[in-house]
């Protein structure tokens, strides 16, 4: 927001050194970098004009940002060519002696030695001066001379650091995900107990109090809360900063999941947040494969092969053959069998009616039926068991059945009592039956992405059967689609406003290709930071690509008056100009880098909120740039006008 600012006041400050009154300065300082400024801030606000296009999600949570950053760049636009120059022509005072930078600068224009390709200036009796005339301006333009004598070098040597840093960014790096607003920097458990409608606050406290229990036990649980209401419960599990990132967490977990498979008529959801779990743990559901065909049997068989080969994986949990596209959204259904063990039921002389009677008396509660006569008025009548209400597996299991010879025997000593999930739900998409088989994958997501391509691959599909693979918060295809729209058309936007300000189609290039030089600090320090490549960071490549081309619109504006003004050989101009637009690209890189790091450097880890993402994604962009920019452009100009110029 302060670039504006930045580039106006540092020109007057230059010409101010040169010998100019401060009110010459200001003026002519601010004109001189009017138009370069407008079309820079042109570029930034442009690349938000496609947001206006954005649907669903990403027009919610993106075009409020594109208003708010663009009235207030048009707002910094305004302060810097009125409260910047009227202020500066104030402060400024009448210099009597001029700095060494500007004795420099009069000494003569900007020379190539072709002896030994040094860049040096003219010097006459001031050579003392200019000897003196500020080491690290030397030394730049000395830099500067190399690039030009050795363009094509210098090109490639780009070309290869891009290369290299996108092979990292794309073995290493995780892409496409959405950044997920759950995942927090805390890892805890969280309990979800569901009943059906009129179950009572009673009986749905009664079965957090059994999980309240068992926690209780664990000394490695620092604190759990408890919410309840008539038909859901919800604990959530929290631990000492100690265990945060240990495997402690994830087997808590693994015992709340066993335990809640006890219980019927209730559905018991476990999940696990935070860096124990994201960090190489579990997690929700995290991958998704759809199967579509017009065989409801035929899909149901596909879907729950797959999910039999994906048991076998030991990073593989929690497979659902038939999920929804939310792994919140509860749908699967599951139900208790009975199987009799006949060979036990022989040995204690009893009969499979005598089990079931005295299962269904249990469950139903059901032992009398009848009617009695009370004055006059016959009234029926239920005698049923205590407790049937809360009956679980466990205490199924101990329930004693009587014997001929008057003794007990346990149910679960003549029977076994297996869950298995039931028929939930059918769902058609374009008249094809849809099953989606969703599953936990405990690991990176790289590895993940294998596992699930290799089931993917070694499944056999009838013609007209279909298996599409999805990552539970990834982008959808149409999300992708609008983000590469709104890229492409934005570099369009700002190609055809640079090709208006240099009246020309070629130099437009030289800031465009900007863009891919500043990619080079996105794709690093993504890698280095071990951050995932969010949908935030793409919208703040978006915005980065507005950004950067500011500095070359600057240098390239610089190159080209410097040329109308002093004439000469073209790499004098070009080693001149360079060298008087290294301050304010790098006063300009230097405060917004400085205004970002606040978003990344609190954060425990890598992806811990929204801001992560766009904050590496604008800092490693404008530091790659802003180096690039400052030597690779200037070869890049060379060789876009030594063409033109030659003819």
């Known amino acids: 927001i302060d670039d504006n600012a930045v580039v106006v006041l540092e020109n007057i400050y230059r010409r101010w050194e040169h010998g100019e009154t401060p009110r010459v300065a200001a003026e002519e300082g601010a004109r001189e970098v009017v138009l370069p400024v407008v079309v820079a801030t042109a570029t930034t606000l442009i690349v938000f004009v496609p947001f206006l296009y954005l649907q669903g999600e990403l027009r919610i949570y993106y075009l409020p940002l594109a208003i708010a950053v663009g009235l207030t760049l048009l707002v910094s636009l305004f302060v810097a060519f009125t409260f910047i120059p009227a202020l500066a022509a104030r402060i400024l005072t009448a210099r009597t002696a001029p700095s060494v930078i500007a004795e420099a600068s009069r000494e003569g224009p900007w020379r190539m030695d072709r002896s030994d390709g040094e860049p040096s200036r003219r010097t006459g009796s001031g050579s003392g001066t200019g000897s003196r005339a500020a080491w690290y301006v030397r030394a730049y333009s000395a830099l500067i001379g190399f690039t030009l004598r050795h363009p094509w070098l210098t090109i490639t040597v780009t070309a290869l650091c891009f290369a290299g840093s996108y092979r990292l960014f794309d073995r290493y790096v995780t892409r496409g995900v959405i950044w997920r607003g759950f995942r927090t920097e805390q890892t805890y458990i969280d309990i979800q107990i569901t009943f059906p409608r009129g179950a009572g606050l009673e009986r749905t406290d009664e079965m957090v109090r059994y999980f309240e229990a068992k926690l209780a036990q664990l000394p490695e649980v620092e604190r759990f809360v408890t919410n309840v209401t008539d038909v859901f419960g919800r604990i959530q599990v929290t631990f000492p900063d100690s265990l945060e990132l240990t495997a402690v967490p994830v087997v808590i977990k693994e015992r709340m999941v066993a335990h809640s498979y006890q219980f019927g008529g209730a559905d018991v959801r476990v999940y696990g947040y935070g860096p124990s779990f994201y960090g190489g743990g579990g997690s929700a559901p995290n991958y998704r494969i759809q199967v579509l065909g017009y065989n409801y049997e035929d899909v149901r068989r596909i ?255 610089r190159l080209n008056r410097v040329r109308r003004e002093a004439g000469g050989a073209l790499t004098d101009a070009i080693v001149r100009g360079t060298v008087e637009r290294v301050r304010p690209i790098l006063m300009t890189t230097a405060t917004t880098v400085l205004g970002l790091l606040p978003l990344v450097l609190f954060s425990e880890t890598a992806d811990a909120n929204i801001w992560n993402a766009l904050g590496y994604a604008l800092i490693g962009g404008l530091l790659s740039s802003t180096l690039f920019v400052l030597t690779t452009t200037p070869a890049l100009y060379l060789l876009f006008e030594r063409g033109r110029s030659s003819r």
């Not at 699967?332 to 036990?344: I, L, N, P, W």
């Not at 079931?356 to 009370?374: D, H, M, N, P, Q």
């Not at 391509?453 to 056999?460: E, G, P, Q």
């Open 303 to 557: 879907a729950e092969d797959l999910g039999r080969r994906l048991t076998r994986f030991s990073r593989v949990r929690e497979v659902n053959t038939n999920a929804t596209a939310r792994f919140f959204e509860r749908n699967r259904a599951m139900q208790y069998a009975v199987e009799v063990d006949r060979e036990a039921l022989g040995r204690h002389d009893l009969a499979v009616e005598d089990v079931t009677r005295r299962l269904a008396s249990a469950i139903r509660g059901e032992i009398v039926r009848s009617s009695l006569r009370l004055g006059g008025d016959e009234v029926r009548y239920d005698v049923k068991v205590s407790g049937y209400r809360d009956m679980d597996v466990e205490r199924l299991q101990r329930l004693p059945v009587a014997t001929e010879s008057g003794s007990a025997v346990r149910i679960g000593d003549v029977t076994r009592i297996r869950e298995q999930e039931v028929l939930a739900r059918i769902r058609r998409e374009n008249q094809q039956y849809e099953r989606t088989v969703a599953y936990e994958f405990r690991g990176p997501a790289r590895l993940g992405d294998v596992v699930r391509d290799a089931v993917i691959d070694a499944t056999a599909l009838p013609p007209g059967y279909t298996i599409e693979a999805t990552t539970g918060f990834q982008f959808r295809v149409e999300e992708q689609r609008q983000i590469y729209m709104v890229l492409a058309l934005s570099l369009l936007l700002i190609y055809m406003v640079t090709a208006a300000l240099f009246e020309s189609l070629r130099q437009p290039f030289c800031v465009l290709l900007t863009v891919p030089m500043a990619l080079i600090g996105v794709f690093l320090i993504f890698f280095y930071a071990n951050a995932s490549f969010t949908r935030e960071a793409y919208i703040g490549v978006i915005m980065m690509g507005g950004i950067v081309v500011n500095n070359a619109i600057l240098l390239v504006d």
